[in-house]
C-alpha cells in the first residue's frame, strides 16, 4: 500500500492537473449546452461559428488528455509543458475565444439570456486556462523526489494525505461470510484464496442458481457476482436478490470485464454496492469489502435498535391502555390532541368499602395495599366482562361508567349487572376481604368526559349526572345497590327486587331512588 507521502504527491499531482482539465471540460460542456438551445430556439444563423467552437473544444480536451497520457502511470511524474505543447494548446484556445466572442457580437440581439450567460462563461473558463497554460513554465517538477510545494496546492495535497493516513489506522478489521460467484473456476479459486487470507469465511458458486441454492441454507454478508455467465447472468441474479425479503440485506459487487457505462449503471439501478472491473485490483477490493462489511454491521446495529424501540413502544402502548380507554388511545395516536366529549346518555358507578378504615387501622400497610389492589384487580375483570369502563379509584372507592367512550344501548342493566358483581365478589367466604362490604351508588343521565392533564393525565367524567351517583352511593345501605329513578326508567322495569324509597338528599332534596340487594 502506497506511503502517505506518495499519495500527498500523487494528490499534489493531480490538483494540478485538475487546473487544466477542469477548465477544458467546462468549455465544452458548456459549448454543448449552448449548441443544444440555439437548435431549440435559434438563431440558427450562429450554429456554424458554434459548431467551430465545440470542434475546438474536443481538440482542446484531446491535446490535454495526451499530454496526461504522457505522465507514468502511477502519477509519479508530470511532464514539463514546452514551447511547442503551449503553442499546440493555444490552437484552440484561440479559436474557442475569437468564435465566442464573434458569435456575442453578430447576435447580441436574438440571442437568449442564457446562451449569452453560457458563452460568457466560456470565455471566462477560456482566460483561466490560458493563465494557467501560460503561468508556469513547469507545472510540477519531473523529479520524483521533490517535496510538493508549500502553496494552496500543496497545503491541500498534505492535508488530504493526513486524512488518508488517519482513516487506515482506525479501520476496522471486519471479518464476514463472502459468496464468489463466477463460472470460471480459476476466478473463484484466485478470490476464494485471497479472500481466505484476509480472515473471510468464503464460498464459492459456478452460476447464478447455485448461489440461489447456496444462500438457501447459508447466511452470507456480501455477494460478489461476474457478470457473464450462463443459465442467469449478475443482473439477473442481483435482481433475484433484491426482490427477495431473505436476501434484500445482502451487499452485492458486481465484478465483470464488461466496460460499459450503461452495464454499471444497470447494475448500481438494480441496488448493487459496486461495480469492480476485472482484473481487480486487490486493494481496492479489500477496501470495497471492508466498507460493505462496516455497512452491514451499521445495518444490522440499526434494526437492533429500532427492535428495542418497538419493544419499549410496544411497553409504551400497553401502559397508556392500561391508563386510557382503547378508543381514546387510538384517537391520541390519530393526533387528538383535545379528547372532549358529551355523552347524552350513561350510567355512573361508584362502589366504596364501608369498614375498610377499621380494616387498615389493624392492618400492616403492605397487607391493607395488597389487599385492596388484588380486590381492584378483580373489580377491573369485572368491568372487561360488563362492558363497564374503569374510570379511577379514589381512596378506597372504585368509579365506573357504562355507555362511554362508545354509546351502549343496556349501559344501565350493565352497570347494575356489574355492581351485583361486585357485591359478590366481596362476598366470598374464602376471601380475605369477605369482611368487607360495599355500598353502590348508580345515576344515569348526560356527562360530559374527556382526557386532562399533561402530567399523569386522566380520563375523567363531570356533571350533575356524576354528583346525584355519588350521593347515591353515600346514602346506600351496606351490602346494597341504590339506582336513582333516571336509571330505574332507562331498564325500564327490568330489575324485579327494587325496594323503592323516598329520601331527603343534601343538595337534592326529595329524590326517588331503588333500593336493590345483591
Not at 59 to 66: E, S
Not at 397 to 411: E, I, K, Q, T, V
Request: with cysteine.
Amino acid at each position: 500500500m502506497s506511503q502517505p507521502s506518495d499519495i500527498g504527491h500523487r494528490a499534489y499531482l493531480v490538483r494540478i492537473v485538475q487546473k487544466i482539465a477542469e477548465p477544458a471540460q467546462a468549455i465544452l460542456g458548456y459549448q454543448e449546452l449552448v449548441i443544444d438551445e440555439v437548435r431549440e430556439q435559434g438563431p440558427i444563423d450562429a450554429l456554424p461559428d458554434l459548431e467551430r467552437v465545440l470542434c475546438a473544444a474536443h481538440q482542446l480536451n484531446l491535446l490535454i488528455k495526451q499530454i496526461l497520457d504522457v505522465a507514468a502511470p502511477d502519477m509519479k511524474s508530470f511532464p514539463m509543458l514546452d514551447v511547442n505543447l503551449r503553442h499546440d494548446l493555444r490552437t484552440p484556445m484561440n479559436a474557442i475565444l475569437g468564435y465566442s466572442e464573434m458569435v456575442i457580437e453578430d447576435f447580441a440581439e436574438t440571442l437568449s439570456e442564457s446562451v449569452t450567460a453560457d458563452i460568457l462563461k466560456i470565455v471566462q473558463e477560456s482566460r483561466i486556462l490560458l493563465e494557467q497554460i501560460d503561468g508556469k513554465k513547469a507545472l510540477i517538477s519531473t523529479d520524483v523526489g521533490e517535496r510538493y510545494g508549500d502553496d494552496v496546492d500543496g497545503m491541500i495535497a498534505a492535508e488530504v494525505a493526513r486524512t488518508i493516513a488517519a482513516r487506515a489506522s482506525t479501520l476496522p478489521e471486519e471479518k464476514g461470510r463472502i459468496l464468489v460467484v463466477d463460472d470460471t473456476a480459476s476466478n473463484r479459486d484466485l478470490l476464494a484464496r485471497r479472500l481466505g487470507r484476509d480472515g473471510h469465511s468464503v464460498f464459492a458458486a459456478a452460476s447464478g442458481k447455485e448461489a440461489l441454492r447456496i444462500l438457501a441454507i447459508q447466511e452470507c454478508d456480501i455477494v460478489l457476482a461476474d457478470i457473464l455467465m450462463p443459465d442467469m447472468n449478475g443482473i439477473e441474479l442481483l435482481g433475484r436478490l433484491k426482490s427477495d425479503d431473505r436476501w434484500r440485506e445482502i451487499r452485492v459487487i458486481m465484478i465483470s470485464g464488461l466496460n460499459d457505462a450503461h452495464a454499471v449503471i444497470s447494475c448500481i439501478e438494480a441496488g448493487a454496492e459496486d461495480y469492480l472491473q476485472k482484473p481487480i485490483d486487490p486493494v481496492l477490493l479489500q477496501a470495497r469489502i471492508a466498507a460493505c462489511l462496516e455497512r452491514s454491521r451499521w445495518r444490522e446495529r440499526e434494526r437492533h435498535y429500532l427492535a428495542q424501540i418497538e419493544v419499549e413502544k410496544q411497553r409504551a402502548d400497553k401502559l397508556l391502555h392500561a391508563i386510557l380507554p382503547r378508543q381514546v388511545v387510538k384517537r391520541l395516536a390519530e393526533g387528538e390532541e383535545v379528547i372532549a366529549d358529551r355523552i347524552e346518555m350513561a350510567t355512573i358507578v361508584f362502589a366504596d368499602i364501608v369498614n375498610f378504615t377499621e380494616f387498615a387501622a389493624k392492618t400492616p400497610a403492605a397487607a391493607s395495599v395488597n389487599m385492596l389492589g388484588n380486590l381492584f384487580m378483580r373489580f377491573d375483570e369485572l368491568a372487561d366482562r360488563f362492558g363497564v369502563e374503569k374510570i379511577k379509584t379514589i381512596g378506597d372507592a372504585y368509579m365506573a361508567a357504562a355507555g362511554l367512550p362508545d354509546p351502549h344501548p343496556d349501559h344501565a342493566l350493565a352497570a347494575i349487572e356489574f355492581g351485583r358483581a361486585l357485591l359478590a365478589e366481596t362476598a366470598r367466604p374464602t376471601d380475605p376481604a369477605s369482611a368487607l362490604r360495599l355500598r353502590i351508588g348508580i345515576n344515569t343521565g348526560p356527562v360530559i368526559a374527556g382526557l386532562i392533564g399533561r402530567k399523569r393525565f386522566v380520563y375523567d367524567v363531570w356533571g350533575h349526572t356524576v354528583n346525584v351517583a355519588s350521593r347515591m352511593e353515600s346514602c346506600c345501605i351496606p351490602g346494597h345497590i341504590q339506582i336513582s329513578q333516571s336509571t330505574f326508567d332507562a331498564v325500564a322495569g327490568g330489575v324485579a327486587d327494587a325496594r323503592q324509597v323516598v329520601m331527603d338528599i343534601k343538595g337534592i332534596g326529595q329524590f326517588t331512588t331503588y333500593l336493590l340487594a345483591h
